[in-house]
């Protein structure tokens, strides 16, 4: 099985960045996910990079959180930035 690291790294900085944006607005991981409409151990695990978020499901937590999409957006660009550049530089 072929091991995608891109999307591996995408996965755990949207939840880093997912979970300080919860922390700074002071919610509980059981008021955004009530806010996203989802269980609380299915925003937890998003939040440990354990489940895959797809777009509809970010938008609602974004909305959830009270922040613009791209609040996560950029952190994809960022991977996608440097892995292209370890690509050019044959690193990875």
Do not use: K
């Amino acid at each position: 099985m072929v091991t995608d690291w891109r999307h591996i790294a995408i996965r755990v900085r949207l939840a880093r960045r997912i979970r300080e944006v919860r922390v700074e607005r002071g919610l509980t991981q059981y008021d955004v996910a009530q806010r996203a409409e989802m269980h609380r151990p299915v925003f937890s695990r998003i939040e440990r990079a354990v489940h895959c978020i797809d777009l509809a499901t970010l938008e609602r937590v974004a909305a959830a959180l009270d922040v613009h999409l791209r609040v996560f957006l950029v952190e994809i660009d960022a991977v996608n930035f440097f892995w292209e550049r370890a690509q050019r530089r044959g690193a990875a």
